[in-house]
């Protein structure tokens, strides 16, 4: 399995960027994709995940209301709609698949077997 981040960039303070995450290889019915991020001197942070058959969602508390995941199917993509984008927004946003797609862990970054290399997501004025 592969995946390849990309999407991110500049925006000002209440812009929008729209990340996208492509997978490639083996897929899995019961598998979930999520998007995590990490701001320099912190802890990796859960920021969404959607379960791909049943497209079932969940989103970190911080982010909540300000961005959705979703799939589309026919390209193996999950993408991540940012809205009302805030400068401690800033990180560099990485999508990752849990093969098992385990509900109870779907927030925990060790839960994830493979990793996209990662897309910087910069918000300032």
């Known amino acids: 399995v592969q995946l390849q981040a990309s999407g991110g960039g500049l925006v000002q303070p209440g812009g929008s960027l729209r990340l996208f995450c492509a997978a490639s290889g083996r897929t899995f019915r019961q598998s979930t994709i999520g998007w995590f991020r990490q701001a320099p001197g912190k802890e990796r942070e859960f920021v969404a995940a959607i379960r791909w058959a049943a497209q079932h969602t969940y989103y970190g508390d911080s982010v909540k209301g300000r961005f959705t995941i979703s799939r589309d199917n026919a390209q193996n993509t999950v993408r991540l709609q940012m809205t009302s984008l805030k400068p401690e927004d800033t990180a560099v946003y990485f999508c990752?698949?849990?093969?098992?797609?385990?509900?109870?862990?779907?927030?925990?970054?060790?839960?994830?077997?493979?990793w996209g290399q990662g897309t910087q997501v910069t918000v300032s004025s």
């Open positions: 990752a698949l849990d093969v098992n797609g385990i509900l109870s862990s779907i927030r925990q970054a060790g839960a994830y077997e493979y």
